[in-house]
């Protein structure tokens, strides 16, 4: 329906979807495709994250039921669009109305910028040079 959409994908198998596929990819070249779309739809595990602290605009789904409630929050607080269980009977029309959603790139940037400010990476930055403090 898009032919204008470039589509990437991350996997190990290679389905007869229209696109282009990574897979063993380094995490240096990982952060470089994170942080070089427009949008990316993943689980709601730990790429989750990384895709938000890049300020990647996300659809997200839940492939694990201990990610609903992590989805469930970040969706009320703007920074992805949730489509739920990956397993649900409407899976495909719901990620069809979420990519419609995120199609300005006004409403993705305003997912960006909300992401960026719920994921705060230089925590993890302070909390290393606390720990090697002690350390040393």
Same mark, same amino acid.
């Given at each position: 329906?898009y032919? *204008?959409f470039?589509?990437?994908?991350?996997?190990n198998?290679?389905?007869d979807i229209?696109?282009?596929y990574y897979?063993?990819?380094s995490?240096e /070249?990982?952060?470089? +495709?994170?942080?070089?779309v427009?949008?990316a739809?993943?689980?709601?595990?730990?790429?989750?994250y990384?895709?938000?602290s890049?300020?990647?605009?996300?659809?997200?789904?839940?492939?694990? *039921?201990n990610? *609903?409630?992590d989805?469930?929050?970040?969706?009320e607080n703007? /920074?992805?669009?949730?489509i739920?269980?990956?397993n649900?009977?409407?899976?495909?029309?719901?990620?069809?109305?979420?990519? +419609?959603?995120?199609?300005s790139?006004?409403?993705?940037q305003?997912?960006?910028?909300?992401?960026?400010?719920?994921?705060d990476?230089?925590?993890? +930055?302070k909390l290393?040079?606390?720990?090697?403090?002690?350390v040393?």
């Amino acid at each position: 329906h898009y032919p *204008e959409f470039e589509l990437h994908i991350v996997s190990n198998t290679h389905k007869d979807i229209r696109g282009k596929y990574y897979s063993s990819c380094s995490a240096e /070249a990982m952060r470089e +495709l994170m942080c070089s779309v427009d949008l990316a739809i993943s689980a709601g595990g730990q790429t989750l994250y990384e895709l938000l602290s890049c300020g990647t605009p996300v659809i997200a789904t839940a492939v694990a *039921e201990n990610q *609903e409630r992590d989805l469930e929050i970040l969706a009320e607080n703007n /920074a992805i669009v949730s489509i739920g269980d990956f397993n649900a009977n409407n899976f495909c029309s719901k990620l069809y109305s979420a990519v +419609l959603s995120v199609k300005s790139s006004r409403v993705r940037q305003r997912m960006s910028d909300k992401s960026q400010s719920l994921i705060d990476c230089g925590s993890t +930055l302070k909390l290393a040079r606390g720990m090697l403090a002690i350390v040393n």
